[in-house]
């Protein structure tokens, strides 16, 4: 489990709950829109089998690219935090802490 949580603020059930292209996109839209963030993020997938990417998020595009191993909510979120910032640092723990408190 620890592997798979590499660069993650902290453990959260939310990586356990499956989402499709369709629920990752919703879930996207509806928190920017419940934080009042202006921007759109578009969520995309990629079927490249990787070990431990689970996703990734494109500053200049502003879209989050999902593999097929973080297909879940909690790599969802752990993108969209990365819309604040761009490490894992202060920025971006603040970020998932906020969004996770909207799920969990
Ligand atoms: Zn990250």
Redesign the pocket.
Known sequence: MTNRLI??ARPTYLYDIGVDQSVAQSIVTGALKDLGWPLRVRVETSKRRTKRRH???FHRTRTILLYPIGMNVGTVI??L??VWGH??GKV?KDAHRKLLKMWE
């Open positions: 660069g993650d996703g990734t998020y752990h993108e935090s990365h490490g894992h971006f």
